[in-house]
């Protein structure tokens, strides 16, 4: 267990729909990454948030949103679903100093669009 | 263009052999290097890391990598393999300057024959 939960684990859903991926990070890590795994993308970052700020954008569609709440969970929205955002969506924490730099993943969350 | 390459895709090693993944980073200046490993059904998991200092840097599970200025190379090596280190294997970077932001090579994929 590497202390970053994630739910749900499985997700399988249609077009069009929206999902919430949640995440609670480690204890006492402040900042929050979400990237998205797929097979012809590879590892890609989705966004990040420290302390309850947006602290970092990548490639993330306006169709996805995210946010981090005041006890540090945090969760990432989807909505207007395609084939194409299937995937595998992991939440990874991070500490300070050094530590900010390592980041702790969770299991992930494996979302099938149908 | 900055990014992090790991050329092989899948490596096939016999139980017992030794193991070499390679790892190319092109960026400005030294960046943060890690491995990370990924069991099947499960998240990144933190093998090693380099910051500065010795380029020989050791890890867990008996792996170690060593930091290649000249070549701009992170390479991870493993002496024996054990069937238990079939896994998705990822290079990944943090670039100097402070965004903590890890960009991760698409990965190598190890199959251990018995």
């Known amino acids: 267990d590497s202390g970053v939960t994630q739910t749900p684990k499985h997700l399988i859903t249609a077009t069009g729909q929206r999902v919430t991926l949640r995440c609670s990070p480690r204890s006492g890590d402040l900042s929050v990454y979400w990237y998205q795994q797929s097979l012809d993308q590879g590892l890609q970052f989705l966004i990040q948030y420290y302390n309850g700020e947006e602290r970092a954008k990548g490639n993330i569609l306006e169709r996805f949103s995210a946010q981090q709440f005041p006890d540090l969970h945090s969760e990432l929205n989807l909505s207007s679903l395609e084939l194409g955002d299937s995937a595998l969506y992991f939440c990874?924490?991070?500490?300070?100093?050094?530590?900010?730099?390592?980041?702790?993943f969770g299991a992930g969350s494996r979302l099938t669009v149908l | 263009a900055q990014s992090v390459t790991q050329p092989d895709i899948h490596i096939t090693v016999s139980e017992g052999a030794s193991l070499e993944l390679r790892c190319n980073y092109s960026?400005?200046?030294?960046?943060?290097l890690f491995w990370y490993v990924q069991s099947p059904g499960q998240g990144l998991q933190l093998l090693l890391k380099?910051?500065?200092?010795?380029?020989l840097v050791q890890g867990i599970k008996g792996f170690e990598a060593e930091f290649k200025r000249s070549q701009s190379s992170f390479n991870l090596r493993k002496p024996s393999v054990h069937w238990s280190d079939a896994a998705e294997y990822f290079c990944a970077v943090v670039p100097p300057g402070g965004s903590y932001i890890p960009t991760f090579g698409r990965g190598t994929s190890l199959i251990v024959h018995p």
């Open positions: 960026y400005g200046a030294t960046p943060y």
């Open positions: 990874a924490s991070s500490g300070t100093g050094r530590g900010a730099n390592v980041l702790t």
């Open positions: 380099y910051f500065s200092g010795d380029t």
